[in-house]
T-cell receptor
Framework: GDSVTQMEGPVTLSEEAFLTINCTYT??????LFWYVQYPGEGLQLLLKATKADDKGSNKGFEATYRKETTSFHLEKGSVQVSDSAVYFCALSDPGSARQLTFGSGTQLTVLP | NAGVTQTPKFQVLKTGQSMTLQCAQDMNHNSMYWYRQDPGMGLRLIYY???????DKGEVPNGYNVSRLNKREFSLRLESAAPSQTSVYFCASMASASYEQYFGPGTRLTVT
């Protein structure tokens, strides 16, 4: 079945540091890939997505590239801010599974001023 | 445009009690989902509804039932709550064109 493995946390960075959160996946079909962000006490919000190989999703300074050869979708940001502190989830949506989302376990990011 | 709404926000139940979690969306989406979130396990799919009148089991359906009341509303029922069902429950709906899912704010349920 489908699965998503993402970098264990928690991750603590200083403001303006570079961020990478690793995500790899296993899927039977050709999935779409997503990063969701969850701020404390809130639901999940879509951060970015990519629907085919070599697509780059980007939003709010975050980027991730769909790498089919390495089955990866790593999240990066060049300069994090305190307001980026949240839990980040990598997820895939497989057309063969009624477009259900399969989530990774989440990575807690804390950015210190 | 409220997006996805869920009620209640918080609930405490005793073992064996029943309750229904309500979810509604105003985006005219066909597909709706119920997930539970547990520490260190991400979100796991309980049930989903691909369209009005249809429902299907997800990864962890045991102990739950669902009703797709109409296109807007998708409820989740716990008939006899157990401590293992202590969790945060999220409802989501999906835009068919983009496959993006939109989440509600969640219901934090504690079963004692």
């Amino acid at each position: 079945g489908d699965s998503v493995t993402q970098m264990e946390g928690p991750v603590t960075l200083s403001e303006e540091a570079f961020l990478t959160i690793n995500c790899t996946y296993t899927a039977t079909g050709y999935p779409s890939l997503f990063w969701y962000v969850q701020y404390p006490g809130e639901g999940l919000q879509l951060l970015l997505k990519a629907t085919k190989a070599d697509d780059k999703g980007s939003n709010k300074g975050f980027e991730a590239t769909y790498r089919k050869e390495t089955t990866s979708f790593h999240l990066e940001k060049g300069s994090v801010q305190v307001s980026d502190s949240a839990v980040y989830f990598c997820a895939l949506s497989d057309p063969g599974s009624a477009r259900q989302l399969t989530f990774g376990s989440g990575t807690q990011l804390t950015v210190l001023p | 445009n409220a997006g996805v709404t869920q009620t209640p926000k918080f609930q405490v139940l005793k073992t064996g009690q029943s309750m229904t979690l309500q979810c509604a969306q105003d985006m005219n989406h066909n597909s709706m989902y119920w997930y539970r979130q547990d520490p260190g396990m991400g979100l796991r799919l309980i049930y989903y509804s691909a369209s009005e009148g249809t429902t299907d089991k997800g990864e962890v359906p045991n102990g739950y039932n669902v009703s797709r009341l109409n296109k807007r509303e998708f409820s989740l029922r716990l008939e006899s709550a157990a401590p293992s069902q202590t969790s945060v429950y999220f409802c989501a709906s999906m835009a068919s064109a983009s496959y993006e899912q939109y989440f509600g704010p969640g219901t934090r349920l504690t079963v004692t």
